[in-house]
């Protein structure tokens, strides 16, 4: 074999010699998608086998918080008495999606989203039924729900009912990812899924035809050829890890210096898609963020721009707020709050920002961050005026973080990129799927024996601006098994 | 042959029954950069067919005002007693790129663009030495020279030294893309180039290696078959045609009301650069504008979001402020004058904007615009203020556009989405080529056989927030000349 195997020169399956390795359904990565490929194909009676780069599975789902987005109903909602209609959710997550929404999707997600929460409790995941209500990125004990997006936010809380509907696995604080994927990969061992450890997809095989048939595969240092008869499923992950492609497709994402991900996403599964001839879409977009709360008590701020005018409303999602960032990077932002909330200066809040200036007066506080005289003053008063009176006419900003900051002394954090605090960031372009998984090609032709899942596919999560915390695996989980039932020929 | 040929699967060279036509270099697209690649590849001494979709050739260029980005001293500005570096226009191309700036390729430009310009005045182009100092997006009449993006303005003028770079061929008004076509492709048949009209590029022919030997043309309603001996060029323009592709690619581009294109600007040239294994990249990013200005005494107006806010320095390109509205579709724009310069509303102005408001105080403008009270009326004060004294603490625009409006009544254009002004827009992405014109797979690795040039291709063109007139056809012809000769094995 070629020693200069590339992911986007596929091997020619009259070049293979023999076969390492036969089975019914391949699959790359075990991390959210694979891990659910593998349990609904193995479900539908067929063999599988497993290839991880890593010497662990898990995927950068593991590393995640592991909200999981589900609505209109769930259990947890109702033990939690939180009224939800699949109709909001669904147009809710439609204006999550903004400009590139995929409706078909969505609607596909929405309507078997109840059935897909039972099937992870099958797989053996348990969610505690409790809402906590602050505004957190993830519970601290091991509550099961939260506002895990804009829900509550203008204009969305207008044009779909809000209601909390990010979902945690019984786990403490951040642990979530670890204990979904442990339960995952659990079920799937058990169910007899084989798992190659160690093991780096290179490329695939295909036959005259552009049939996937297999991939070459580098074990034990040696690239070997495994042949799947069902198809190969690519649940690789993102590419947040691999600068080169950042540059080439979403330069924007360089601008973090957080990039939440495992070393392995590096777009290996994509490029090993794009090779076969699958078309990656929407790869400028990704998740960015600002995590400026917990404590909740910071979204009672107002954050201004070096020009001392509001950006945003403040009570947004940390990755709405975030948004504004990534897109002047070269612009202040600080987050303004009143003594009132000064108990935030000495928790070392969870985005890492620091304290940018102190001021008696507005006007002192104006003066040591440098800002044009009289602007912050002026952004100041007029939000103080409105919000006494419960308003917000330039960002409609909610209760109950609307309050008038009218407490001096003063304090502004600094939320500039290069300030000091976090901007993490992943990738949500990837290959093209139909909504059984298949990968496809630019003119949207199904590319017979591949399928695709998670991150490596542009899935649920498409708009940086409209992103909740938890669509990401919920999308891989579900549509990794739609991938894994397709390739088992179902 | 199949009925069902797709650009993206390329027919295998062992299912061609005979070839149509054979030839040393195929070029798809008669536009700027099929021509420009056709007169070199013939001045080589290759064999050149250009196969055309459409019945003429020109392409979007001769639709084009026809500027031309060129500088570091060129005859037209010495003739015209501007003085530039070569130093100052990379510097300014590298800011004008952003963050998907290729340093390479604006190095290869510039450092070879006064030969570029001798070259195309040897295909008998001619430019009228005579420098034209309003603010504009084209010269009214044939004079050559005019600044052609925000080379004077805020942090530009800084960073690099300013000089007008936009050149235009000797044809009045908007004629200088249409007389640069005529010239081009008169010069390509004069050197013995083959143009077949009305015959559409389908896809690539390729041999076992993955070498690209021809192309499947559609000719008189025929599926045919051309072979290449030496290259084909893919010059067959961007996708602005293509909603479908904006869908997946560049969502936000969907926003435009006035797409600058022709029609077959349909990304064919790409997606049959993708079926050959070519890697598309920087997809998202387009040239998106609103072009406000002339009349030049717009330029002194400021321009507040539905807030009331200023948001940008109003003596930018045309561009430059256009990305303002693309980013914020759903919010409102407003550009306010005084009356001093109520000439504006007389003339009908180039963007077809509308007149939103006139208001004998900005109090009464304010209501008019149902504005939050007191913002504008706050603005408008804090500009007047700045202005007086020729600063613009906030946004840094220069004179001569910087004037305190505190010439009652004052008038409101309305520059909003969806208010009525045009909002055109173009793609720059592309295919991933090297200097030399080759297509380059998602590894980097050059495709045998294969080239690429103009809006086919991610160009020097890469960033909308930084574009300025004349990169797009300074490209199309200068990397048409490099893919035409690598093409024809020089």
Redesign the interface.
């Known amino acids: 074999m070629s020693s200069k195997v ?4 596929p091997l ?1 399956r009259e070049s293979v010699e023999s076969w390492h390795l036969e089975t019914d359904v391949l699959i790359v990565g075990l991390g959210a998608a694979g891990a659910s490929a593998a349990i609904t194909a193995r479900d539908a009676g067929a063999e599988v086998v497993v290839v991880e780069a890593a010497s662990a599975g898990g995927g950068t789902t593991a590393l995640a918080g592991g909200q999981i987005y589900f609505g209109g109903g769930t259990p947890t909602q109702k033990a939690c008495g939180i009224e939800d209609r699949l109709e909001d959710m669904f147009q809710y997550l439609m204006l999550a999606s ?3 929404a995929d409706e078909a999707r969505v609607r596909e997600y929405v309507d078997n989203n109840l059935a897909h929460f039972d099937w992870l409790v099958e797989q053996g995941l348990e969610f505690k039924p409790e809402y906590v209500k602050a505004k957190l990125n993830n519970t601290h004990g091991d509550e099961g729900l939260i506002y895990s997006g804009n829900e509550t936010c203008y204009p969305y809380d207008e044009q779909a009912r809000p209601a909390p509907r990010g979902h945690k696995g019984k786990a403490k604080g951040e642990g979530g990812g670890a204990l979904l994927m442990d339960t995952l990969i659990a079920s799937a061992e058990r169910k007899g899924a084989w798992v190659l450890y160690e093991a780096r997809a290179l490329t695939s095989i295909v036959d ?1 035809q ?1 049939r996937v048939v297999g991939l070459v595969v580098r074990i034990d240092g040696e690239e070997r050829c495994i042949h799947a008869r069902g198809g190969v499923v690519l649940c690789a992950g993102g590419f947040i890890m691999n600068r080169e492609m950042l ?3 979403a ?2 994402l ?2 973090s210096n957080f990039p939440l991900g495992n070393p392995n996403d590096t777009g290996m599964g994509i ?1 090993i898609g ?2 076969a ?1 699958g ?1 990656a ?5 990704g998740f960015v963020s600002l995590p400026f709360y917990p404590p909740s008590c910071m979204v009672e701020g107002i954050l201004v721009n070096g ?1 001392g ?1 509001r950006v945003v409303a403040e009570d947004v999602y940390h990755g709405r707020l975030g948004e504004e960032m990534f ?1 002047a990077p070269d612009e202040k932002f600080y987050m303004v709050i009143d003594s009132r909330n000064f108990e935030a200066m000495e928790k070392p809040p969870l985005g890492g920002y620091s304290v940018a200036a102190v001021g008696e007066t507005i006007e002192e506080l104006e003066a040591e961050l440098a800002l ?1 005289p ?2 912050l003053a ?1 952004t100041l008063a ?1 939000f103080n005026e409105h919000a006494a009176a419960g308003q917000d ?3 409609h900003k909610r209760p109950p973080y609307l309050k008038p900051l009218d407490q001096p002394p003063y304090a502004a954090f600094d939320f500039s990129m290069g300030g000091g605090a976090w901007f993490p960031a992943f990738t949500f372009g990837g290959l ?1 799927t139909s909504l059984d998984g298949e990968v496809l ?3 949207g ?1 199904a590319i017979a024996g591949l399928f695709a899942a998670g991150r490596t596919t542009c899935g649920l999560p498409r708009w940086g601006a409209g992103y909740a915390s938890g669509m990401s695996i919920g999308d891989a989980t579900y549509f990794g098994r739609k991938a894994g039932a397709a390739a088992a020929g179902c």
Do not use: V, Y
């Open positions: 590339s992911p986007s020169r020619r903004g400009p590139s005259e552009g540059a080439q497709h330069p924007r360089l601008l490029r794009q090779g001839g078309c879409i929407n790869m400028h977009e020009k005018q897109a044009p009289g602007m002026h007029f006419p330039l960002f093209d090609n630019a003119e032709e």
